[in-house]
């Protein structure tokens, strides 16, 4: 079976677990989530195995172009959505995880992205590839689910002060904790393979550790951001609705590190 073909029987059952993931958001239905949750299993499972064979049938990293590096951030996302959810046993945030999920998914199977696999530049034919790339999106993945929690939170809170009750037991205090500790996972992921195996790739690759080029910039940026969170939360004690604030504008600097740069802004990263 090919790549390709196990990629998009993920895709299908990815499709299949964000219906059920809605359904339970109309029908507070716990089993719905529940069934949810055990098919994206199944669609993690099998987009592990096409990522492997991608990595067999191209001899590299499966994570070089956009359409490998889109199906990648995929996985990471429902790997890292599933790690929160079976942790914190929440369901809710499912539904809204997994689309974001299937529209990566769409977008790396669209006809925009070619899909061949193609010999790597020499620059790219390094190990700190895959430290790179794969801990620094596992990172981003982290981050997208506490972008998530983050306007749950946003809702609850605006719903609470109008004194009413909250829908579920996920309140807006929980919604606000999950958050924090998505972040403290994805933020030590991001620093070491956004920061740390960059700069060392650059040096083995470029001859130096910074060279300013649009993507480190951004990856700076980035890191700032979700740095501010941790240091207002941490040391001066915010909570709530200024540290959601500050998460979900991390993330969309994330978003536009990840595909505003490699569109909008030439730089030494471009051959990615």
Known sequence: MSESTIFTMAFILYIGSAFFYLAHLYSKRENMAKTGSVIALFGL???TLALILRTLQSGHAPFTNMYESLSFLAWATILA???????????????????????LMALASSPLMPKSATPLVPA???????????????????????????????????????????????TAERLDSISYRAISVGFPLFTLGGLVFGMVWAYKAWGTYWSWDPKEVWS?????????????????????????????????????????????????????
């Open 220 to 272: 700076l940026i980035t890191w700032f951001v979700f740095a501010l969170y941790l240091h207002t939360r941490v040391v001066m004690g915010w909570k709530g609705r200024r540290s959601a604030a500050i998460a979900i504008f991390g993330f969309l600097a994330a978003l536009f590190t990840y595909f505003g740069v490699n569109y909008l802004l030439a730089g030494l990263h471009s051959y990615a």
């Open 124 to 170: 790219l034919q390094s190990y700190w590839l895959w430290l790179h790339v794969s801990v620094t999106l596992l990172g981003e993945a982290f981050f997208a689910v506490a972008f998530i929690t983050s306007i749950m939170y946003l809702r609850a809170e605006a719903r609470e002060k109008r004194g009413l009750a909250p829908k579920s037991s996920l």
């Open 81 to 103: 959505y599933l790690v929160i959810e079976w942790k914190y046993k929440v369901w809710k945030p499912g539904a809204y995880l997994l689309l974001i999920v299937v529209g």
């Open 45 to 47: 499972l099998l987009h």
